[in-house]
C-alpha cells in the first residue's frame, strides 16, 4: 500500500467540558474516495478542522506529507455569504490567495490560469462574469468547490456538499467527483448516509469515536455503534454495494 497523504493519530478534542473527538486514528490514502458518515454533532466537522490545522486537538497529532498548500477545502454551504457582490471568476480565484505572499497581493497569470481551468472543471466557464449571488444553488456548489481546487491540492475535502442539491444535481456533482479522483484523494463528510456514491473506496462512522472498516462497506455494526440505534440500510437507499448482508433481506438487492 502506498504511504498516507494524512495521518490522524490518537486525536481527542474537548470543548466547554464536553468529548467531541476521542481517541481518532485515521489514514488518508492518495487513492481514497473516504466517506466519513455520522449524525448531526457527531464531530465530522471538528474532524475536518483539526486535519485543516485550523483547531489544535487537545492531545494527539495529524501528520503531512506534502504540506498544508496542498489540501482543498470546502466548507459547508451555510457558511458561504452568497449575497457578497463578487463574481464567480473573482470567488473562485480568491482560492490562490493563501499562495501569494508578496504584499501588496497582486494574482499573477498562472493564478488566473488556474481558475480558468477550476472553472472548466466545474463546467461553469459560460457563468464567470455573473454575480455568484445570480446563481442557483447547485451553480454556486460548483463555485465553491473550483474555489477550492484552484489551489491544485492533493487532498479534497468536503463537508456535507449536497446538502441543497437536488438529486439530478447531485448524480452530476458525483461524476465531477469521479473525473477528480484521477488527480486528489477525497474525503466527504455527511450525516446523510443516503447520499454516498457507489464509488467510495472506503467509509468510517463518526459519533465522537470513528468506527471504521477496511473497506467501502457500511456493516450495522459501525452504523449502531456511530447512530446509537440500528438504521435501516435499505430505507437510506444505500447503494446496494456499501452493502453487508441484510438479514431480513438474505443479502438480496434492495
Ligand atoms: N466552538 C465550539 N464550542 C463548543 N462546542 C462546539 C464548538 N464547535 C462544535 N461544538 C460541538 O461539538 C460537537 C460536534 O460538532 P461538529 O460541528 O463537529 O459536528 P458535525 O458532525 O459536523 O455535525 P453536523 O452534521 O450537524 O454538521 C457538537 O456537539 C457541537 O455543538
Redesign the pocket.
Known sequence: MSEPLIDVRDVWVT??G?T?LEAVNLSIYPDDFFAII??????????L?VILGLLRPCRGEVRFRGGMSNLGYVP?FRTFDFDYPITVREMVISGRLGRISRLPRRYGSLDRERADEALETMGISDLADRQIRDLSGGEQQRAIIARALVGEPNVLLL??PTVYVDTPTTLQFYEILDQLRERMAIVL?T?DIGVIPDRITRVAC?NRRLYTHDSAEITPDMLEAAYHCPVDLIAHGVPHRVFSDHPEEGGEDA
Open positions: 470543548m466547554r464536553h467531541v455520522g449524525p448531526n454533532g457527531g464531530g465530522k466537522t471538528t474532524l478542522r459547508q463537508d456535507e463528510v450525516h463518526l
